[in-house]
């Protein structure tokens, strides 16, 4: 067979049912694009587009990645008892209700791989994390979608699509785009509104920036319920968003079962020495809260000065609003900001055309931006 026939058999509909076929919802799923890297001149001066720390990553994590590199040829350790040790120390957990993978995505997969399949449905806000869905549809199951109330999480709304098909319930708290969050006593409220064979994912990836008094990130539900489980991620204020590490926790019975579909060296060795070294630098976390505390009302006051609407963000990065409805404008502002090196994140396919996210960056990133922002709307 040459290559031609390769191509028209590859082309021709009346050959497709004779070749494997993905399972049932996997080809409904809109591939994930990440935040552009470059701006459109192939050059980047600051990359605010997805979220990660302008600090860098903990001195301590080059140390410890020394005693790793001198044995690649070697396994790493299938448990990731020296990460679920770290982290368990530091947040006073068991760390046999630890999970660890591939950054929280993985842990998020496994879970819809372990609780849900065809028939089953699961529940997830109208701007929350795409990934949700991705992995609703890829475990065969049906995403339902709850409408939010001021771009925050509506409690009612999700227990009002609850069904005897439900299985699970996607919370990103705080959320990302939206930078919103619910307060415990709302999240306490959904999950007593949950029948107890739903299991509720509380998403706590920008859980360490938010400094509410009402906000718990989900260790209280985990560790005290049977069908809570909470999500964290290295990737953002770690700054070891390359390594590709997150954890999860909750009850013995929901980590065993997902331990039994989770790859026996889901982890490098490398990725579990950085994270442990990682999670224990107290400073380097203070540090990175210090630096987004300063810039985040910062970057929200210089926005709103421009006549620019800023939803209130309790985490590493903000969503700003233009005036129109159809998303030129945006548009026409992330192409105005590419071309000068500035790369954030549009967000039409979190259903918000006309807005764009900016991570707090550095202060000379952050400057940068506004400033720019304000050339691009005083030329409009």
């Known amino acids: 067979m040459n290559d031609m026939t390769i191509a028209v058999n590859e082309a021709n509909p009346a050959g497709a049912e004779n070749r494997p076929q993905p399972k049932q919802g996997v080809l409904d799923i809109a591939p994930y694009v990440p935040g552009k890297s470059k701006g459109s001149n192939g050059k980047t001066l600051h990359k605010l587009s997805s979220n990660e720390t302008p600090l860098g990553t903990s001195k301590t994590v080059s140390a410890a990645l020394s005693t790793v590199t001198g044995a690649l040829e070697l396994y790493p350790d299938g448990n990731a008892s020296e990460l679920r040790d770290a982290i368990g120390e530091v947040y006073g957990l068991n760390p046999d209700r630890i999970i660890c993978g591939a950054g929280s995505d993985e842990i998020l997969s496994m879970l819809a791989n372990t609780y849900l399949g065809p028939g089953d ?69 959904l999950h007593e509104g949950l029948p107890s064979n739903v299991l509720l994912v509380l998403d706590a990836a920008y859980g360490e920036y938010v400094r509410r008094n009402d906000y718990e990130s989900g260790i209280e539900l985990a560790a005290t319920t049977e ?101 030129k404008r945006a548009t026409d ?48």
């Open 121 to 189: 449905e699961a529940i997830y806000c109208e701007h929350g994390f795409l990934v949700y869905e991705i992995a609703i549809r890829g475990a065969g199951a049906t995403p339902v979608v709850a409408p939010e109330k001021d771009l925050t999480t509506d409690v009612d709304a999700i227990l009002e699509r609850v069904t005897p098909k439900t299985k699970m319930v996607f919370l990103a708290n705080p959320n990302n785009p939206t930078g919103t969050y619910l307060p415990f006593a709302e999240v306490k409220r």
């Open 227 to 327: 069908n809570v489980v909470m999500t964290r991620t290295f990737s953002k204020i770690y700054g070891l968003a390359n390594l590709r590490i997150g954890w999860g926790f909750g009850p013995a019975h929901i980590i065993d079962a997902m331990n039994r579909i989770r790859g026996p060296f889901n982890m490098s060795g490398v990725a579990i020495a950085a994270g442990a070294a990682a999670v224990r630098d107290r400073t380097f976390v203070a540090d990175s809260v210090e630096h987004n505390e300063k810039w985040l009302p910062w970057v929200t006051e210089e926005l709103e000065k421009l006549g620019l609407t800023v939803t209130p963000s309790v985490g590493n990065f903000v969503l700003v609003h233009f005036s129109d409805e159809d998303g």
């Open 333 to 380: 502002a992330d192409a105005y900001l590419l071309e000068r090196g500035c790369v954030l994140r549009m967000v039409g396919n979190y259903g918000l055309p006309n807005a764009i996210r900016m991570t707090i960056g550095s202060e000379e990133a952050n400057r940068t931006v506004v400033a720019h922002l304000k050339d691009f709307l005083a030329q409009a």
